[in-house]
């Protein structure tokens, strides 16, 4: 096969750098060519002196190689949006390539035709050059010093449209071959996808989604095939977004029915645009795409004492003689308040430990590391101590009853005393994980259902919270009441725990789940999903590959391991933590 070579220096705010142009097509080979279309980044196509006639060709743009020291291996194809109506992310395709050279990354700028094409859909003709320059890419693997079964691809909006395209569909041929390159695999290794637009049935003629997403008639577009090459994925899309992140939760449920490791990034409040790339690269990482996994450190190594803490105080949650359903073999719940050295925030979080609601420990690796993260940083924590183990059978009572009686009592004291230490009784989290996190998610979304009659003045202070912070939620979906989740939580029919009531103070919420807990990472989804459709903004993040108790050791470098920077971000982007 001839191909067009084509050598030109390309100017960016740094310096020159020669980067090599290849056509993608042959000469009189390219499949649905229309006179309309251009192939160029719209800085070019901007200037006075573009000639269209000049740019018709789809263009693999290659970058410099990594630095030899740092080579990974490894080739990431860079795909702009512009709602194929151009290719506009000039900005992004910079960052992009600039960041993942540093770290060994061959890159390559793949340039596709726009505007859409007259009389077919909006995107076939960037999907056939899409499959053409995947071909290419992986053609050259030797010659550019990678492997060809590793090839990712990172894209924004039409570009990650585009690239769901070519990461669950290239055994479908998006056109007839041309030549004997057109043998070679299509397959991609790995997606990185920003914003993905006009996944949803509502918006896959080219639109904003009509319904945001939802509606029982709407879902995720046929034009996906998840065919048997699928590969693993991390979404990233913003809460706000008109393109919806209903359709990034609705392609990343499909990848977990087929058992395909992925990630799941949701901003909560944010727009149309890419977020969160080092998420992205912490995916990689996690992966194994950027080499082997580093050595798992334990969290509790990572945050051994309590140096940031100035002071404790215990405190009982109930009265002498007034707690209620008191059941024999269940240890006496109590709090104790971590004060910092340096307060820097009015704001409180309450933190409590998981244990399937047979036992919970306020200092373990569930709560101290996260207490003395806060600390560090000026946070005035509390931790509770409820009562476990679970009520006996015959008491009639649900696993969870006198854990929560518990939790909207401490609560409710933690309200009570929050001026007599300088504190804003209108701003408090809570935060815990596995059965602490069912408890968070009970304490965020039903608090003015009352759990126990009031025994005393405490008890008429309301027990709502401002935030909540999910980690790795059990017992939240129907398929799982009892324990791991027997459809994973992916089946339609299982739906969120009927304790949930979602009442009218249910505040917005963070929720941080392995993709390959027996405890699904459905159920913080599907939370997530309600609690958007009822206005509420919350945050998300799934870990690919990671279990139950994802953080008690991990990789550094991978979200695992720096997902208690998650809960800073959401808390002060939220504006909980803000200063005095």
């Not at 691809?153 to 007839?176: D, E, K």
């Not at 577009?221 to 359709?247: L, M, Q, R, W």
């Not at 949650?317 to 925030?345: A, N, R, S």
């Not at 101290?368 to 600390?375: D, H, I």
């Amino acid at each position: 096969m001839k191909r067009l070579l084509v050598l030109l220096f390309l100017s960016c705010t740094i310096h020159a750098m020669a980067w090599e142009r290849e056509a993608i097509w042959p000469t009189g080979k390219m499949p649905n060519q229309q006179n309309h279309q251009i192939a160029a980044m719209t800085d070019e196509a901007g200037k006075q002196t573009f000639d269209a006639e000049k740019h018709r060709t789809p263009y693999l743009e290659w970058f410099d190689r990594p630095a030899k020291n740092v080579r990974k291996g490894v080739c990431m194809i860079l795909i702009s949006g512009g709602s194929y109506m151009n290719c506009c992310d000039v900005g992004l395709i910079k960052k992009w390539h600039e960041e993942l050279t540093a770290i060994g990354v061959q890159c390559v700028n793949f340039v596709y035709r726009t505007p859409r094409p007259v009389g077919l859909p909006i995107y076939q003709t960037a999907w056939e050059d899409g499959q053409r320059a995947v071909r290419m890419v992986r053609s050259e693997a030797k010659k550019r010093g990678f492997d060809p079964e590793k090839i990712g691809i990172v894209g924004m909006s039409a570009g990650s449209h585009l690239g769901l395209l070519l990461a669950t569909s290239s055994q479908t041929p998006a056109y007839n071959k041309v030549d004997k390159l057109d043998e070679v695999p299509c397959h991609i290794n790995w997606a990185i996808l920003h914003a993905p637009a006009y996944v949803t049935t509502d918006s896959e003629t080219g639109t904003p989604a009509t319904r945001q997403g939802y509606g029982v008639d709407v879902k995720l577009s046929p034009v996906f095939k998840f065919d048997d090459k699928t590969c693993p994925i991390s979404f990233h899309h913003g809460g706000n977004d008109i393109y919806s992140p209903n359709g990034s939760t609705l392609a990343y449920r499909q990848l977990r029915r087929m058992g395909i490791p992925a990630e799941l990034h949701l901003y909560a409040d944010q727009p149309h645009s890419a977020l969160g790339f080092e998420r992205a690269i912490e995916f990689m990482n996690q992966m194994g795409f950027l080499g082997p996994v580093g050595q798992e450190v334990a969290l509790m190594d990572r945050y051994p004492s309590d140096g940031a803490r100035a002071k404790k105080v215990e405190q009982d949650v109930w009265p002498e003689g007034k707690m209620p359903d008191v059941q024999q073999g269940q240890c006496k719940p109590y709090i104790e308040w971590h004060f910092p050295q340096v307060l820097k925030t009015k704001a409180i979080q309450i933190i409590y430990s998981g244990g399937a609601y047979s036992g919970n420990n306020p200092d373990g690796f569930e709560v101290a590391p996260a207490r003395r993260y806060l600390n560090e940083r000026g946070v005035t924590v509390v931790t509770l101590k409820y009562r476990t183990p679970r009520p006996p059978k015959e008491s009639g009572l649900a696993k969870f009853t006198t854990a929560w009686q518990d939790l909207q009592r401490c609560i409710r004291i933690v309200r009570s005393n929050a001026s007599r230490y300088g504190l804003d009784a209108n701003r408090i989290g809570i935060m815990g994980s596995s059965a602490g996190g069912h408890l968070t998610l009970m304490g965020t979304t039903s608090s003015t259902h009352q759990a126990y009659l009031p025994i005393d003045d405490i008890d008429k202070i309301p027990c709502n919270v401002q935030w909540g912070i999910g980690i790795y939620p059990a017992y939240s979906l129907t398929d799982g009441l009892n324990g791991g989740n027997k459809t994973g939580g992916n089946d339609d029919k299982a739906i969120l725990a009927p304790e949930f009531s979602f009442d009218k103070l249910t505040a917005p919420m963070l929720f941080v789940h392995g993709d390959a807990d027996s405890h699904a990472s459905m159920a913080s989804v599907k939370a997530w999903e309600k609690m958007r459709a009822m206005g509420i903004q919350c945050e998300l993040h799934t870990l690919a590959t990671r279990g139950h108790c994802f953080q008690k050791t991990a990789s550094p470098q991978t979200g695992s391991y720096t997902f208690l920077d998650r809960i800073w971000e959401f808390i002060t982007a939220k504006k909980f933590f803000k200063e005095q």
